[in-house]
């Protein structure tokens, strides 16, 4: 979901989208840094620590290779200070690996930040719903309309610097379905056992209780 | 439910409770409401395979044969990138010469002028990698940089001015054993760029230090703006 420096200071579009994505990282981090307080600065450290680790680790699927981003789960967690956690994560990877050089710093953020915070929005009433299953399908959607959106993002910054959207979509999303599959099943997991073990994450009532409440599993 | 809780009691020490535990409506494990939080979890199951963290995709790598820049452009595993652009630049930004890489992942790029000249890799998705060919690597018969770069960009620099006691590698005219040999440093820069792209264990480690670090100064900056505010 990286966006190399090149493709975007090759054309006036492209630099437009540069400023456009700074503008919305920068704006995006001052909310979500506006919104941290003493109780989610542990979270987002470590939700942010989850995405550098992460977004490092390639798995391979056909011939080429995948890493998670976790961008449903940190919208779900953290809304807003989604941004700052992402930030963090890809100022360290420029500084450890410089994938992608430090001008599209503010695009990437967004890429990946932005469809974190509209999962927050859409997901978040579903997540914290007193329901298994549907606990458990919010989580995936989550996940997977976080990595689907970052990709159509990306797609869209793609063609505003000079490519055809449709090529750039179709490669773009081809690349992201497996991910975006995977991401869902692991948000889903995640965010079923943070209801049941630790659901003030998430500030809803434990999950379990609900369960074992009803006198399943005697 | 009784026995269940002594079950329970008695397994206290295990990480995951089967899934049974928790009634049939729960098809993957659930950690035991003991252990700690699930992300921490997930981030140490990560955390397991430094070896098979490389990130982050398109890499590319060149060397020069003859009059001719030759390379492959691959993704992590040596997958290779196939029929990507590649474009090969002046120092001043002007465009060399331009290809597609084939199903292998390889190009080839024929040299015009003497100078850095820059290989960009450009994927369909918007991945991207840059490798350069030093000037002192390319035939000394090339200009220096062509007529048209014009006063305004300095050419990086006449050939006369790199130390002569690099060797020259006029290419073809060259012994057996000093072509194989050719090959084989050709291969050896090939792996240390591999492994220099590759990240390390220390890297992810670093990384994770600093994330700590940044959380203890947003604490610290916090608690100084609490400290104006009377205790509870």
Sequence with gaps: MHIYEGILTATTGGREVLVAGTVAAVAGTAIGLYQLDYERIPRTALLSAAFFVASMIQIPVGPSSVHLVLGGLMGLVLGWSAFPAVLCGLVLQAVFYAPTGLTTLGVNTTIMALPAVICYYLFRPGVRSGRLPLVFIAGFTAGATAILLGAMLSAAALTLSGREFQTAARVVLAAHLPVALLEGLVTANVVVLVRKVHPAVLDAPPLAVAVEGLGIGD | ?232
Excluded at chain 2, 134 to 163: C, V
């Design chain 2, 1 to 232: 439910m009784k026995a269940e809780g002594g079950r329970r009691k008695a397994e206290g020490g295990r990480l995951w409770a089967s899934t049974q535990d928790l009634g049939p409506e729960t098809r993957f494990p659930i950690p035991n409401p003991q252990s700690p939080i699930p992300v921490v979890l997930l981030l140490a199951l990560t955390a397991c395979f430094p070896g098979t963290a490389s990130a982050h995709k398109l890499n590319v790598f060149a060397h020069v044969e003859g009059h001719t820049i030759r390379g492959n452009a691959y993704f992590p595993g040596n997958v290779p990138a196939r029929e990507i652009q590649v474009t090969a630049v002046a120092p001043d930004g002007r465009e060399l010469g331009r290809t597609k890489t084939d199903q292998e992942g390889k190009f080839a790029l024929d040299i015009r002028e003497r100078s850095d000249t820059k290989i960009v890799a450009v994927a369909e998705d918007g991945h991207g990698a840059e490798f350069t060919v030093h000037a002192a690597e390319l035939p000394e018969d090339l200009p220096a940089a062509a007529p048209s770069a014009g006063p305004t960009a300095g050419p990086p620099g006449p050939p006369a001015a790199h130390p002569a006691g690099q060797p020259s590698l006029p290419g073809q005219d060259l012994p057996g054993e000093i072509q194989a040999l050719r090959a084989q440093v050709v291969e050896l820069r090939g792996q240390v760029y591999d492994y220099e792209q590759r990240l390390r264990f220390r890297d992810v480690l670093g990384g994770l230090g600093y994330i700590l670090g940044l959380a203890g100064v947003a604490c610290y900056l916090l608690s100084l703006k609490r400290a104006g505010r009377p205790r509870e």
